[in-house]
């Protein structure tokens, strides 16, 4: 009688075991797989989503001497661009203005994403803080040629004088799909500044 009892028991620990070991496998295999990008000139670092590849591309704004393109990452299905730029020279227009860098964001986005923009459409526009450093982020969206491309971006003040804007685009019926990759970005990021 008693060896049937412990052979009973036996099979449920094994039982609860598996099921254990089974169930950390899947958390393990499901938890999205990240690269590192770290970028010395223009000191920022973060984490990117493995889907993603780094592409060489001409930096469309190139008469903006105190805006300059980091990086540019690549995700094909579905379809996704995210943007890394680094910005110099806020001093000299936050002393005119008298605004913090976060109000100088806010209202740059304000007043001229409608006119850079073609067909813009605001979502969103909030400040945040992450362990005490503060941040703009941005929904938006703007007609590319026949498409509605929705865009999230998130633009980060450091120290007086400088900013670095991150940036997820995907046509409209692909956003929701991608505008978390971002998130692994931000909660990733760490600014040191530019060495240039």
Known sequence: MVRLIREGRQPGISLVLATVIIGSLIVLWQKEKTIEFKDEMYGISFSISDGYEKVTREDKQPSQANKKLVAHFVR?????????RYET???????FTGRSSIEHFMTDISQFFPVKYDGYQFGTLEKHEVEGQEFVEHIFSYKDKDDTVKVRLLIYPYLDDAGYYL???SKEADFDKVAKDLSVLRDSVKLIGSKK
């Open 167 to 169: 940036m997820i685009q």
């Open 76 to 84: 094909t299905d579905p379809s996704a661009l995210i943007t890394v």
């Open 89 to 95: 020279g806020l001093r000299k227009v936050r002393s």
